[in-house]
């Protein structure tokens, strides 16, 4: 498997490849939910385990784009529980035209007068215990005159040099390579490189965690093949991280160990408003900017 330099022309039948994409996404998000949702119930010991198990709430919202015509919309689904401090799993499709200043920026989008059409499903997880890896995932399609795959995950512990940490960093990475080799042996390794550049900060000169995948504007010129690996990373993505979760949620920590996580939460939020083109693409599309923000943590600091 292979990215195209420049996305291809999107083949004839594409209304129901939108539509069999968009399906997927609301799909895996109400799958990852009841993953998520029957952890928060299995914590029956160990920190917090005294605070009523957590439910999504969801808010469906709707958006005009920038010529305030119809574009679609998303629904959110936030979590604040006793396992998940504060985790977020918002699914949107959204069609329009993009404005003037931002419409170079896409792929296709000038040959096709400004229009697209995006749907994905986005998800960040922020947990109580500085001891669970913090998590981020999200897989998309988008369509201009050219249409594309794109997404990843990766995980971000609070201590990087430990056992632990090593651990569980192994276990992402091998549960995305295996998604990756049933497609294409070199996959992984690309995706995982792409990775490390993108979730980094430079201003920092740090990686924002142990990485993941990370692949754009896939078109390989086989649409139902680009799907499969995409439905194939969201899970991987819902078979590695519950196991990770459940392995350290019950485990004690200490007040150092929270003031470190509220710490290094800082430098996620630094990553998501200065560099995260998500977060971009979102608030130039006119998306709804509570989803777009969902991705911050509830509580952090700055020394």
Same mark, same amino acid.
């Given at each position: ?50 605070? %009523? ?243 911050? %943590? ?6």
């Amino acid at each position: 498997m292979t990215d195209a330099a420049t996305a291809r022309a999107v083949p004839a039948d594409r209304e129901a490849r939108m539509a069999a994409a968009a399906q997927w996404f609301e799909e895996l998000r109400t799958r990852i939910c009841a993953a998520f949702e029957a952890i928060e119930d299995e914590l029956a010991e160990g920190p917090h385990a005294g605070l %009523p198990p957590g439910r999504f709430e969801r808010k469906a919202w709707s958006r005009t784009d920038h010529a305030g015509e119809p574009g679609g919309g998303g629904v959110m689904a936030v979590m604040r529980g006793r396992v998940f401090e504060k985790v977020g799993v918002n699914v949107s499709t959204v069609e329009g035209r993009f404005s003037p200043d931002f419409v170079g920026q896409i792929p296709g989008a000038v040959e096709n007068d400004g229009r697209f059409w995006a749907s994905g499903v986005s998800l960040v997880a922020h947990m109580r215990s500085p001891l669970v890896p913090a998590v981020h995932m999200n897989t998309r399609h988008i369509v201009t005159s050219k249409g594309w795959f794109g997404g990843g995950a990766d995980l971000t512990p609070m201590f990087f040099d430990t056992p632990e940490t090593a651990e569980d960093g192994a276990e992402f990475h091998a549960a995305l390579k295996a998604a990756c080799d049933r497609f294409d042996a070199g996959a992984y390794e690309k995706y995982k490189a792409w990775c490390d550049r993108y979730f980094f900060l430079p201003h920092r000169g740090e990686p924002r965690g142990v990485g993941g995948i990370f692949y754009d504007q896939l078109d390989t010129g086989d649409w139902d093949r680009d799907f499969a690996f995409t439905r194939a990373v969201g899970l991987a993505f819902l078979d590695v991280y519950p196991r990770i979760v459940r392995r350290r949620m019950r485990r004690a920590w200490t007040e150092a160990q929270r003031e470190h996580q509220l710490v290094r939460r800082g430098r996620y939020v630094e990553f998501n408003l200065i560099h995260d083109r998500g977060t971009t693409f979102g608030l130039k599309t006119g998306g709804n900017t509570e989803a777009i923000l969902m991705s911050l %943590p509830p509580e952090v600091r700055w020394p």
